[in-house]
């Protein structure tokens, strides 16, 4: 087998580790929300959480609040307006601002989320995490290994199999 060079350089490689647990992380997540029939991509449900817990935002205020740029923010929203889940009307207080909802079909995705999709990734991550202890790239390491022995998808139906 060929040695994991992002895992051996440790902190010389800690960004690259990252990145890639996240996309081993969002491409199950993708997986488990396909399952349950949600028809949007796994990063984009950030947007709708922070609109339903915030409620409506600026494009700036919800870039700010998912941590990305506004450019992203703004095409993440028209995505998500395209689909039916969000509308972006004008500011009321100033004209130049843009000021995103969450439309009917959005918040009937948030609720049915909240009580089917995320606990159960919630669940899986918790469970993915469950023994980490001590130094960080120890840690990390656990967590790619946990990710190679059962992948969220996994969790999930084990998850779902231990609640009654």
Not at 8 to 14: A, E, K, P, Q
Not at 19 to 32: C, F, M, N, P, S
Not at 98 to 117: A, C, M, N, W
């Amino acid at each position: 087998m060929v040695e994991d060079i992002v895992k051996s350089l440790g902190y010389l490689c800690l960004g690259s580790r990252f990145r890639r647990i996240g996309e081993r992380l969002q491409a199950d997540t993708q997986q488990v929300i396909e399952e349950l029939g949600v028809s949007i991509q796994a990063a984009q449900y950030p947007f709708l959480g922070a609109i339903d817990r915030l409620g409506p935002l600026t494009v700036g205020e919800l870039a700010q609040a998912v941590g990305i740029t506004q450019p992203g923010a703004t095409r993440t929203a028209s995505q998500l307006m395209e689909l039916g889940f969000l509308d972006m009307q004008q500011s009321a207080e100033d004209q130049r601002r843009r000021v995103v909802s969450l439309t009917p079909k959005g918040q009937e995705l948030v609720d049915y989320s909240r009580q089917q999709v995320w606990p159960r990734i919630a669940a899986a991550v918790a469970d993915l995490c469950r023994d980490l202890d001590g130094p960080l790239l120890e840690q990390l390491a656990a967590i790619e290994d946990g990710l190679s022995e059962a992948s969220l998808i996994r969790r999930t139906s084990v998850a779902q199999k231990k609640t009654p």
